[in-house]
Structures are given as structure tokens and as C-alpha cells.
């Protein structure tokens, strides 16, 4: 490579996520508080449809949504999709997609109860699901990075032979566990006041979602994920290691899918590799896409996402103290799925022209 080159590739690649969100947007020029005040913008861009959702269902359910139990309730049931969610932003950000997720999450709950069950060895059953959600991570992130397999392709694969196999280690049976050893991890709630307390699976998730944000926005682990997102090509010749980059993400995705396992397995004491996880991937990508994350990478806020999962699970929620039917609740989510890739392409479109 001349020295051309290299001064072209290393000015390709922004020295912040901050930086890399505004090259990739057209932004290039703008100052550091311009890029700073943008981000922030991409940060809490859903928040007032939070807000308004929230507020909307109160007055439509007669007071029944924002309720300390009910905001108890919703925080536990958005907690498993910010799990994976933060997972798919990892992902997501390089420009990639891990259709997978929902499958990888049933196998590693197969894994945690399988081994739960085995005397003497029951804690044990949180490792063998987080391994397992590696083991399936590692395995398409090497398709990916090394084979050069599309990511959907490769997790469109994997969805459905993970479910094969989740099937296959519970004999296409549910297995159950009354006594499960990590039952309080889906089930125990630290109480804050009277009437109100926060689930241990809400707590599990924010400290996912911080972790994630610390990685992404105070790592230089976080710089090279938004650069090759940004600019694969140059990234690469910039000497980032994309490859290590792109194992490193799917990785993520399924150490986490397998933490969404450990959640499920002790919130239900049981496991089926059927219909456990089933389209949770869906969620997932919803979630991240209405956060701010672009489909075509470089762009996003972890934020975003956890904001974008509370929406799905205020939807849920509220659509269900209405009385309105799973039915209608899968058509909303479609609704939903669509509405947040039309803005994503409405979002790049608009930053494009400034």
C-alpha cells in the first residue's frame, strides 16, 4: 500500500462514533458540537412517542397503565428484547443482521434447564446456555468474516437449524424444573416502594445496555465497529482487522441471545425449542431500528435501542389491557416493523441533503 493510501484510509475512518455517525450522514463539515447535538437527537428521537404511548394508554385503559405494578410488569417484559436487542445493535452497526436470535435463545434455555436438572449441578445451567449462545455466535460470525457469507443468508440458515436443534435436545418436548436453582433471575423483584418494585431482569438489561454503551462510545473497540459499518473498505486499509470485528459482533449477539435463555428459562422454569423465542429476532430488529440504528450501518445508539424495546413492550402491554387480541397485536408489530424501516430510510434520506 502507498503512503497515499494509507493517509486516505486513516482519514476515511472517524477517530469517534460521534465523528463516524456524521461522516456516514453527509455531516463531514460539521463542528463538534453540531455532531455532538445530532447525536443526542439520534440518542432520543423515539422518546416522545415513549412518552405519548405511555400516556395514550393511561387515559385509554382508565388508569390502569401507569401504575407501579403495571410499569413493574412492562419493565420486565421489554427486559429479554433489550438483551437481544443490544446484541443486534452490535450487529447492526457493521451493516449486518442476525436473523438467529430467537433460535439461539431457545437453544441456550434447552441448555440451562437440561443441565439444571442434573443433581448437584444446577447453577451450572447459567454458563452451559451462555456458551452454547457463543458456540451458535462464534459459528455465524465465522461463516460471515471468514467464508464472506452474506449475514442474512448465513442467520436466515442458522434460525432455522438452531431450531432444529433446540428441538432436538428436549426430544421436541418442553422440559420443566419447579426447583430451578436461578429461579429468582426471572422472578425476583428488589422492591422500591409500596405497590412497586423493579424486576431483577430490568436490572440484568440496563446493565447489558451500559456495558454496551461503555464498549461502543468510551472503547477504541467501539470506533472500529462504527467504522467498518461506516467503511468496510476503508477500514480495512486503515489496518482495522475487520474480520476480528465482525467475529467479534456475532459473538456478542449470541453470548447475549444465550443471556435472553438464562432470562427465559428462569422467568418460565421451563424451555420447549418450538416455540420458545419465536420471533424474537423481529422484536429485536424493531426495536433497533426504531432506536436510530441504520440497516446500512456506521450509526446508532445503544440508547436508542433501549428506548426503541420499551416501545414494543408499552405497545404489548397496552394493547393487551385494552383487550385487544394477539391477532391484531401481530399485525401492530408488523405495523411497527415497517414503520420503523420507512423512517430509517426517511432519516438517511433527510441527512443526506444537509
Not at 467498518?228 to 486503515?238: C, E, K
Not at 456475532?250 to 453470548?255: F, N, P, R, W
Amino acid at each position: 500500500m502507498s503512503e497515499a493510501d494509507e493517509k486516505a484510509a486513516t482519514a476515511a475512518v472517524p477517530a469517534s462514533p460521534a465523528a463516524a455517525s456524521a461522516t456516514i450522514i453527509g455531516g463531514a463539515g460539521l463542528s463538534s458540537r453540531q455532531v455532538q447535538i445530532r447525536s443526542v437527537i439520534q440518542a432520543i428521537g423515539m422518546l416522545p412517542v415513549l412518552i405519548i404511548l405511555a400516556i395514550a394508554f393511561h387515559y385509554l385503559g382508565e388508569g390502569r397503565f401507569l401504575t407501579g405494578q403495571n410499569l413493574s410488569i412492562v419493565a420486565q417484559q421489554a427486559a429479554i428484547n433489550c438483551v437481544l436487542g443490544a446484541g443486534m445493535t452490535f450487529v447492526i452497526l457493521t451493516g449486518g443482521i442476525d436473523l438467529s436470535v430467537g433460535s439461539m435463545l431457545a437453544a441456550s434455555a434447552m441448555s440451562a434447564l437440561i443441565v439444571s436438572l442434573v443433581p448437584g449441578f444446577g447453577l451450572l445451567g447459567v454458563p452451559a446456555a451462555l456458551l452454547t449462545g457463543l458456540f451458535f455466535g462464534l459459528l455465524n460470525g465465522s461463516l460471515v468474516a471468514f467464508a464472506g457469507l452474506p449475514p442474512f443468508i448465513v442467520t436466515l440458515g442458522s434460525l432455522t437449524a438452531v431450531r432444529g436443534l433446540a428441538r432436538l435436545m428436549g426430544s421436541d418436548s418442553t422440559i420443566f424444573n419447579p426447583d430451578l436453582s436461578f429461579a429468582a433471575i426471572g422472578n425476583a423483584t428488589i422492591p422500591i416502594t409500596s405497590g412497586f418494585g423493579i424486576p431483577v431482569l430490568a436490572i440484568i438489561a440496563l446493565v447489558v445496555i451500559v456495558a454496551s454503551w461503555f464498549v461502543l462510545r468510551r472503547t477504541v473497540l467501539g470506533v472500529w465497529i462504527y467504522a467498518v459499518g461506516g467503511n468496510p473498505a476503508a477500514a480495512r486499509l486503515s489496518g482495522i482487522k475487520v474480520w476480528r470485528i465482525l467475529l467479534f459482533v456475532y459473538a456478542v449477539s449470541g453470548l447475549l441471545a444465550g443471556l435472553g435463555g438464562v432470562m427465559s428459562a428462569a422467568r418460565l422454569f421451563a424451555a420447549n425449542g418450538l416455540q420458545l423465542g419465536q420471533s424474537y429476532e423481529l422484536d429485536a430488529i424493531a426495536a433497533v431500528i426504531l432506536g436510530g440504528t441504520s440497516f446500512v450501518g456506521g450509526i446508532g445508539s445503544i440508547w436508542g435501542t433501549l428506548i426503541g424495546a420499551l416501545i414494543i413492550a408499552v405497545l404489548s402491554n397496552g394493547l393487551t389491557l385494552l383487550g385487544v387480541s394477539d391477532i391484531w397485536q401481530f399485525i401492530v408489530k408488523g405495523l411497527v416493523i415497517i414503520g420503523a424501516v420507512a423512517l430509517d430510510r426517511a432519516r438517511l434520506q433527510g441527512n443526506a441533503r444537509t
